[in-house]
């Protein structure tokens, strides 16, 4: 079964500052999705960035980035010039064929004014 | 965009009674549809993953006996937690793919207390 794993219970940035928040995931399928969602106070989903792992480059949106080490099982989220409004919980997603979502426990973000 | 609504957004009941939760895809077809459970400060766990017209797939430990699930069109997916009981206390979050391997679209969840 595919897992997905958030070492970061916690993390927080300066305002205006950069931020990465790690995400990595076992599985043995060779083609999939890898997703960050953002779950602010309202609890709602909010797709940040996906990434398709057949794609060597890795996805940008804007002031978010993803590092997507395929071999290495790597998914990791920089959020860059960090903004009040980019605190929530952050969780890395893993896709499979199924369509199916497999979450990491979260990483709750603070950003500091 | 597509849009994934839920309702109620939160509900109240008294132990022992059912509750009927209702996801709704708004503009696409939905095929299949799935249910996720979030305890507080905790990830989303898969419940089941419902499939419009055929049984829904339930996730191990999961009782399909207390967790109906019913996917009677493509734009409707409804989870029904039947004699609920304060441990059900939960939110209820749906999710639908418009197409496959793509974004998911979740709904706004349900925040069910059983009291």
């Known amino acids: 079964a595919q897992t997905v794993t958030q070492s970061q219970p916690e993390m927080s940035v300066q305002e205006a500052e950069t931020v990465t928040l790690s995400c990595t995931y076992d599985?043995?399928?060779?083609?999939?999705?890898l997703f960050w969602y953002k779950q602010p106070p309202s609890r709602q989903m909010i797709l940040v960035i996906r990434q398709e792992a057949y794609k060597q480059q890795n996805a940008t949106e804007n002031r978010f980035s993803v590092n997507f080490q395929k071999a290495a099982k790597s998914f990791s989220l920089k959020i860059s010039d960090s903004q009040l409004g980019d605190a929530a919980m952050y969780f890395c997603?893993?896709?499979?064929?199924?369509?199916?979502?497999?979450f990491g426990k979260g990483t709750k973000l603070t950003v500091n004014p | 965009g597509a849009v994934v609504s839920q309702h109620p957004s939160w509900v109240i009941c008294k132990s022992g009674t059912s509750v009927k939760i209702e996801c709704r895809s708004l503009?696409?077809?939905?095929?299949?549809m799935f249910w996720y459970r979030q305890f507080p400060k905790q990830s989303l766990m898969l419940m089941a993953t419902?499939?419009?017209?055929?049984?829904?797939?339930?996730e191990q430990g999961v009782e399909k006996d207390k967790f109906l699930i019913n996917h009677a069109s493509l734009t409707l997916s409804t989870l029904t937690v039947t004699s609920a009981h304060p441990e059900d206390s939960s939110f209820y979050i749906c999710?639908?793919?418009?197409?496959?391997?793509?974004?998911?679209?979740f709904g706004q969840g349900t925040r069910l207390t059983v009291v």
């Open positions: 997603a893993y896709g499979g064929g199924s369509e199916k979502l497999v």
């Open positions: 419902s499939n419009e017209g055929s049984k829904a797939t339930y």
């Open positions: 599985t043995s399928e060779s083609d999939y999705y």
């Open positions: 999710s639908a793919p418009r197409q496959a391997n793509t974004e998911a679209f």
């Open positions: 503009d696409f077809q939905a095929t299949t």
